[in-house]
């Protein structure tokens, strides 16, 4: 759901379960996604990245799958573990010109896994 | 992954007062970004650091407020100019390895200003 202010978006699993983070991305004209964990007091690590001409990357138990059509992206994480608790934001980007690296975050989902 | 560090990695600072806080990067990285995230929330794009030259602005955030140095390759300085508690936040740096796009993350400067 919508976030203002402290209020993030939570995710709550249980340990071994399947989780999938969802982001709606803001502009049309980005072309280049990544997803990126934040643990308590350090900076955000990357997970994966996709480009518009794909739909779906996958990586070591993550998933993203992009969906231009409706401007949605998904993080899912197979067999979650207690680790894997931490908050999660998308980013967007506009890799040609002016716009290269300059990255958008998205409001960022909390997940707690459950041992 | 690049490796990225800042210093100091955290302080708490009067108000009116100045901090300056310095990012190191490895020698893979040719793009360097400062970036705000405000307590509980999102990562906000400050500015890109320019080699050699001044750094590019987001709207919302100017020059006199977050100088920002980048003297070399793997060397770059953002200054939080003036302090007020208002800019309490977690400052981080950031790089993009050449040859590639991804992004990565120093583990940030957290600021609180009294």
């Known amino acids: 759901g919508e976030s203002v202010g402290l209020h993030l978006p939570t995710l709550s699993v249980q340990e071994g379960d399947n989780s999938i983070i969802n982001c709606a991305y803001s502009?049309?004209?980005?072309?280049?996604f990544i997803w990126y964990k934040q643990e308590s007091g350090k900076g955000p690590q990357f997970i994966i990245d996709?480009?518009?001409?794909?739909d779906k990357r996958q990586g070591q138990r993550v998933t993203v799958l992009l969906n231009k059509t409706v401007k949605h992206l998904s993080l899912q994480i197979a067999a979650t573990q207690p680790g894997d608790s931490a908050v999660y934001f998308c980013?967007?980007?506009?890799?040609?010109?002016?716009?290269?690296?300059?990255?958008?975050f998205g409001q960022g989902t909390i997940l707690t896994v459950h041992p | 992954s690049a490796v990225i560090s800042q210093k100091p990695s955290r302080d708490i600072c009067q108000r009116g007062t100045s901090l300056t806080i310095q990012c190191q990067v490895d020698?893979?990285?040719?793009?360097m970004f400062w970036y705000r995230q405000q307590p509980g929330q999102s990562l906000t794009l400050i500015a890109t650091?320019?080699?050699?030259?001044?750094?590019?602005?987001e709207s919302g955030f100017v020059i006199d407020k977050f100088p920002i140095s980048r003297p070399n390759l793997t060397f770059s300085t953002l200054t939080v100019s003036n302090m007020s508690p208002e800019d309490s936040s977690i400052y981080l740096c950031?790089?993009?390895?050449?040859?590639?796009?991804?992004?990565?993350f120093g583990p940030g400067t957290r600021l609180t200003v009294l």
């Open positions: 020698s893979q990285v040719t793009m």
């Open positions: 980013a967007e980007n506009i890799e040609g010109g002016t716009s290269y690296g300059k990255l958008t």
């Open positions: 502009n049309s004209a980005s072309d280049y």
């Open positions: 996709i480009r518009s001409n794909m």
């Open positions: 650091a320019n080699q050699g030259s001044e750094a590019t602005y």
């Open positions: 950031s790089g993009v390895r050449g040859g590639t796009d991804t992004q990565y």
